[in-house]
């Protein structure tokens, strides 16, 4: 079957570090999202992605970059990690106008 | 631009009672609509979605929704409340233009049920 996953799950990082959380997906879906969840904020668009060597900044993307080297995959990374960045992070994917399959998350920790 | 509002953050019902929670939206085009549910510690799983078509969608898990233009409204509903449908809800909404898929959520709706 078709799946999207994250890894890793969790992750304890330091303030300054550079870290990077990877997505891949099976579904051969040409569109791929990054979004945060806080308490209060819901999920927040991070960064996306609707082919190869295409990628856009959502509404929080200051400190993280994606790249889209092929169709299963979204990796994003943190540049150099802040304590604001604490999250859960979700990966989601579509193919056109289809629906959003969602990544089992992971959950950051920048110490 | 478009955007979501949950009314309440956490809604409270009593096990076998009516499930009511509340979206309304905002979109300066025809919005595509989505519900999606958190259980613990798991991704996102879509309950329903409307795109146009019929404005009272049903859903997985006797869910349903009913778009109403009028009132700008997409709440969300279940006639008698299961234990098992403690969770988050979340509502999105979509401008649905082709090749735009990115969703914007709400804040989330955390829903208890009481034995």
Known sequence: DAEITQSPRHKITETGRQVTLACHQTWNHNNMFWYRQDLGHGLRLIHYSYGVQDTNKGEVSDGYSVSRSNTEDLPLTLESAASSQTSVYFCASSADRGVKYFGPGTRLLVL | AQSV???????????????????????????????????????????????????????????????????????????????????????????????????????????????
Not at chain 2, 11 to 25: H, Q, T
Not at chain 2, 35 to 61: D, E, H, M, R
């Open chain 2, 5 to 115: 509002t949950q009314l309440g953050s956490h809604v409270s019902v009593s096990e076998g009672a009516l499930v009511l929670l509340r979206c309304n939206y905002s979109s300066s085009v025809p919005p595509y609509l989505f519900w999606y549910v958190q259980y613990p510690n798991q991704g996102l799983q879509l309950l329903l979605k409307y795109t146009s078509a019929a404005t009272l969608v049903k859903g997985i898990n006797g869910f349903e929704a009913e778009f109403k233009k009028s009132e700008t409204s997409f709440h969300l509903t279940k006639p008698s409340a299961h234990m098992s449908d403690a969770a988050e809800y979340f509502c999105a909404v979509s401008d649905g233009n082709f090749g735009n898929e990115k969703l914007t959520f709400g804040t989330g709706t955390r829903l208890t049920i009481i034995p």
